[in-house]
């Protein structure tokens, strides 16, 4: 599901980010000037009146140390016009209005995208003060009196952003296709896999880091099916990810991760495993995705016979952490192992989709109890009542137990490698969720 995206522009110390956090329900740390910060989230969804949009705290018009001020705040606000599809524009009452805020506003209006106008830390209950009619100044209609420390005003300032959307549709085209999202770090060959798979240039490739900006859907009738195959900018580590086009950039990535039915994470075998490989898969894993792990690269790789063996055996040490999914050794430069890839990929999916009968899965759950005795502690034997599934996309499971406090993570972990062993289940994160009944539970 595609969702429409707000961004949030105003100049420093607004309180951007503190609305962002109060929007977002959630404290999510999005200092983006700290070194070193790993998956830094700049964006998360708001659902209000059963509608979801992307929140952005676009941080971006605040000028680095020694630039020219009026130069960067208009490039990152331009950037941030550009992507949005709305613009929460946030001024501070207790500043008043300023040179720079009218500055912005020149730009908001010249773009002729929906803005509403928001007057910050405007704190005190009750009608505003005198001074907060001098934002009228800025030909943008009626301000919104809001105070994000504390939460006045933000319903009324999410009526005018749902209002400001019209009507923007948030649901993807209907299609049968499976949507695949093509991850990775930079120049692992994304943009060459989509070119070879749709028999064209269909998007560009160079070696240029960051050439790839938005995502791109390309869709593919192939003997296994339709897929839509979306190619991705690559994903830097958050300390790389300097100011400009490229924050948006991986935004789009990890929002094409988010409506993706199954991902496919595109590792350089030259260059082997990385931290920030296991970063991109992590997203993925996360948001209970199927994912292929695609070697590419593999016709320029120096081989023997035990090549291979040996390099997958390596990574099924660097991926441990999602056991789960299957490795293709590929090369987007002569198609090699591409059909296979397709195969894995509707194989992947099938199995990110899977729903077993709760007769079935309680046969398992009696057999795994019998074999390996649930464990006790301090003379309380964990007992485990029936066990089915919630969902599918990840398969979901609930157990039902009578203390939630026994029920150890290693034990979890042994209920899902039985349940693996007889339903497969590959390619697939499994999620286990514990829940007390019986005379335990108050």
Known sequence: MAYPVVAIVGRPNVGKSTLFNKLCGQRLSIVEDTPGVTRDRIY???????????????GGIEPSAGDVILRQMRRQAE?????????????????????TDMEVGAMLLKSGKPVVLCVNKCDRIGDPPPE??????LGMG?????????GHGTGDLLDAVFDALGEFSDQDEETDAIKVAVIGKPNVGKSSLINKIAGEERVIVSPIAGTTRDAVDTEINTPDGKFLFIDTAGIRRKAKVTESI???????????????????IVIDALEGFTEQDSKVAGYAHEKGKGCVIAINKWDAYEKDGKTMQEYRKKLETDFSFMPYAPFVFISAKTGQRIDRLFELIRYVNDQNATRIPTGRLNDVLASATARVQPPTDKGKRLRIYYMTQAS??????????????LFHFSYQRYLENQIRETFGLEGTPVRMIIRERGENKK
């Open 132 to 137: 907060f009619y001098e934002f009228y100044n």
């Open 246 to 264: 490229e924050k948006y950039s991986v935004l789009r990535a990890y929002m094409a991760v988010d409506r993706a039915d199954v991902c496919v």
């Open 44 to 58: 998360a969804p708001c659902e209000w009146r059963s509608r979801t949009f992307m929140i952005v705290d676009t």
């Open 392 to 405: 599918t996309r990840p398969p979901t499971f609930v157990c039902f137990c009578n203390n939630a406090e």
């Open 142 to 150: 009626d301000p919104i009196a809001v105070s994000a420390a504390h």
């Open 79 to 99: 950037l941030a016009i550009e992507k949005a599809d709305t613009v929460i524009f946030i001024t501070d009452m207790t500043t008043g209005l300023t040179a």
